[in-house]
């Protein structure tokens, strides 16, 4: 056991990796297991868009591309929307995520990819990358949000609830209230 626990902290510790970037995946099994690591709180709130930048009451997501046509990542990305649809108000905000898988043009694209080689000018990102939208109405990038689709189910909610706050413009400043903002996590794969 005490092998056990060794060889978890290990993967643990390897994997605590910059949130927003590339990791090469494969095709995954579709039984994954938990991640009970939460990432550290830390930063201060910056200052977001006065308004949800979408300027939208419905913001429209749907996986567009997948890596992995065995996984069904859909009930995880609507979990990553639930966690902003449920505290959007808290941003002073109104609106909401709205899942559509029969849209062809959502406002916002979900990719999951077998690795993330550069987000924007960063080339270090290994889990996750999104627009950050700090501009309201059509200053908005429509790009898509995507995920390494070699993570565990916890860990794929995460950075989806993490790349979603980019979407809206929190940054990685925004720490202080959010934690899931936190430029780091603790993530497992498949």
Known sequence: QNIYMKR????A???LLVLLGG???EAQPDAVGPDNVEPAP???LSDPPP???WK???ISVSITQSSNPNRDYAPLVRQSLRYWNQNM????WEGRFVYDSNTSNPDVAVHIVYEIPQCGDNRDHKLGCAPLNTHVGSGIDRGPVEIVGRLNDTSTTRVGVHEFGHTLGLTHNDTGDRSIMNETIAAATV
């Open 13 to 15: 510790a390897v994997l």
């Open 51 to 53: 308004q949800n930048p």
């Open 89 to 92: 108000s808290t941003l002073g």
């Open 8 to 11: 978890v902290i290990t993967i």
């Open 56 to 58: 939208s009451s419905n």
């Open 42 to 44: 830390g930063g201060l």
């Open 23 to 25: 990791c090469v995946g």
